[in-house]
């Protein structure tokens, strides 16, 4: 029969399909998240607010080697994130959808470069890099941050190139690898400061494990020359902005912003376990599947260099971060495709022969997430009303499918693997539908405020706070002028020397700037009310 016959003799048409999905089908499932957060998220304040508002203050005043934030020096963060932001603008002129789109960019060149990382690392295992690929892009942590306006990603980047040149240099003792490693070094401190080099020291003193026997002292000198070299090119920013910035930016960058985190932090201070919590969060669906770990635990006990060689990269990472006082869960990020690697590895080592891969234990997870995230809009939001229920029940229903075809699947691992990812995503997606579904999105959309604020500011209104201002606004009002922070109390004298002002008020219901004055905006933001007060006449 016809039918039998083709079964027997596939097209070879066929084959270079099969075979591009294999390889880069995995871009598809980190692109649907991301084009649904595009068009129905908004940035959400105060950390992507307030980063883009950084990027539109450097654009408009022209100060484009200090970052900028309410007309003054922003010592949190380097500028190569606000660079990258700028080179768009310069080609598709002031707008939201680049920014955000770059995180997303970064997300697809680093599952490729662990794809890159995991051929190198295990150079007799081929096909880890489509299992290292496709776990990457399947993991909720991972598809995020991809969504998310932040510097995580760009310094993972720096990360995996880092590891990319240590593993080349190490292994075939060329130059170039080191030339990657120091630039590496650079970025990174241009992306988010010297913690690149709690990243990247402890794998580069333990890479002679991938090849025993090498001229050790050799490679410590040549990495000591590389991170010179690194620092070096990061100083080409660094001591120009240094003396540019002033003196109270200069002491941020080169001391405080560092030293204030490790010793005392003035931000994010948690305890010493936070991250042994987190570390399940970040690593899922992987870190629930028994087989993973087992088959990395006899990889490790039949002495696999490459597997010793992330653990000693990961392991002193983790322990520094626990003993830092600011912690942030995507502090981590940049160590979650080493994680994902070792997990790669284990699914790779348990199976035997041609033997089927149950989903069932990472399935499980597509069915907890979206009820956890639904629980936790309703808390925030106050109640199960607060949720669009047919909208919620439809997305359960759905995730509940995924999970019950993937529980049905026994497949090999990398066909398994890409139902797996696809999944993941649709549930992701789900969970930003709940969202934005929800009354809830609307308390972190700063637009509608803007606008008013704008178009005051449009008329020579001045701007002051009663709370501290983050640059919420600025973008989206395209602010030139400073918001002066005057605080809870400090509103009516300000006014009184301020008669056209524009006071934003972000409080719980209580004595207001202008008493039996209604504002010109009020709407719930972030738990509190948000409502602006002219000065003069309403």
């Not at 529980?407 to 990398?414: E, T």
């Given at each position: 029969m016809p039918g039998n016959s083709a079964a027997r003799h596939p097209r070879p048409d066929g084959e270079p399909v099969a075979a591009a999905l294999d390889r880069w089908g995995w871009v598809l499932v980190l692109a649907l998240p991301v084009a649904l957060a595009l068009f129905l998220r908004p940035l959400i304040p105060p950390v992507e607010t307030r980063y883009i508002n950084v990027a539109w203050e450097m654009w408009?005043?022209?100060?484009?080697?200090?970052?900028?934030?309410?007309?003054?020096?922003?010592?949190?963060?380097?500028?190569?994130?606000?660079?990258?932001?700028?080179?768009?603008?310069?080609?598709?002129g002031v707008n939201e959808w680049w920014p955000r789109l770059i995180p997303a960019l970064l997300a697809v060149l680093n599952t490729a470069l662990v794809g890159v990382l995991a051929a190198r690392l295990w150079p007799g295992a081929p096909q880890l890099r489509q299992l290292a690929t496709w776990m990457m892009?399947?993991?909720?942590?991972?598809?995020?941050?991809?969504?998310?306006?932040m510097f995580d990603m760009l310094l993972t980047s720096c990360v995996l190139l880092g590891l990319v040149g240590l593993v080349q240099a190490v292994t075939t003792g060329s130059w170039r690898g080191h030339a990657l490693y120091a630039l590496a070094i650079a970025l990174g401190i241009l992306a988010k400061g010297p913690v690149i080099l709690l990243h990247l020291l402890p794998p580069a003193v333990a890479a002679p494990l991938?090849?025993?026997?090498?001229?050790?002292?050799?490679?410590?000198?040549?990495?000591?020359?590389?991170?010179?070299?690194?620092?070096?090119?990061?100083g080409f920013w660094v001591l120009p902005a240094a003396l540019l910035g002033g003196d109270a930016y200069r002491e941020k960058i080169l001391w405080?912003?560092?030293?204030?985190?490790?010793?005392?932090?003035?931000?994010?201070?948690r305890p010493w376990w936070f991250y042994f919590l987190v570390l399940p969060l970040l690593a899922l669906p992987w870190f629930i599947w028994p087989r993973v770990w087992s088959g990395a635990y006899r990889l490790l006990a039949g002495g696999d260099r490459a597997l010793r060689f992330l653990l000693c990269g990961f392991l002193p990472v983790f322990l520094g971060f626990s003993a830092i006082s600011g912690k942030q869960i995507h502090y981590l990020l940049p160590w979650l495709p080493g994680l994902v690697l070792v997990a790669a590895a284990g699914l790779a080592a348990s199976?035997?022969?041609?033997?089927?891969?149950?989903?069932?234990p990472p399935a499980l997870a597509w069915v907890a997430v979206p009820l956890v995230a639904a629980a936790a809009i309703a808390l925030r939001a106050g109640g199960m009303a607060a949720i669009s229920m047919p909208w919620a029940a439809g997305c359960g229903a759905v995730a509940l499918l995924i999970a019950l075809a993937?529980?049905?699947?026994?497949?090999?691992?990398?066909?398994?693997l890409r139902w797996m990812a696809t999944g993941g995503s649709l549930v992701l997606t789900l969970m930003l539908v709940i969202f934005v579904t929800a009354p809830l999105a609307g308390r972190y959309d700063v637009g509608p405020?803007?606008?008013?604020?704008?178009?005051?500011?449009?008329?020579?209104?001045?701007?002051?706070?009663?709370?501290a201002y983050n640059g919420e606004f600025g973008f989206f009002a395209r602010l030139a002028v400073p918001v002066q922070d005057v605080g809870a109390d400090g509103a009516p004298g300000w006014c009184a020397s301020h008669p056209a002002g524009l006071v934003i008020d972000r409080r719980q219901p209580g004595h207001p700037p202008r008493p039996g004055v209604l504002p010109v905006y009020h709407a719930p933001f972030r738990g509190l009310t948000l409502r602006l007060w002219t000065c003069g006449p309403a």
């Open positions: 408009s005043q022209g100060h484009f080697l200090v970052p900028v934030l309410n007309t003054a020096t922003y010592a949190d963060k380097p500028p190569l994130f606000f660079w990258m932001i700028h080179a768009g603008w310069a080609l598709f892009a399947g993991t909720l942590a991972w598809m995020m941050f991809g969504v998310a306006l991938l090849a025993p026997g090498g001229n050790r002292w050799r490679w410590y000198r040549r990495l000591v020359a590389a991170t010179l070299a690194g620092l070096l090119l990061a405080t912003q560092t030293a204030g985190r490790v010793t005392d932090s003035f931000a994010h201070r199976r035997r022969g041609g033997e089927s891969v149950s989903l069932a993937l529980v049905a699947q026994r497949r090999a691992p990398l066909a398994g405020a803007a606008r008013v604020i704008g178009r005051y500011v449009a008329a020579g209104a001045p701007l002051a706070s009663t709370s």
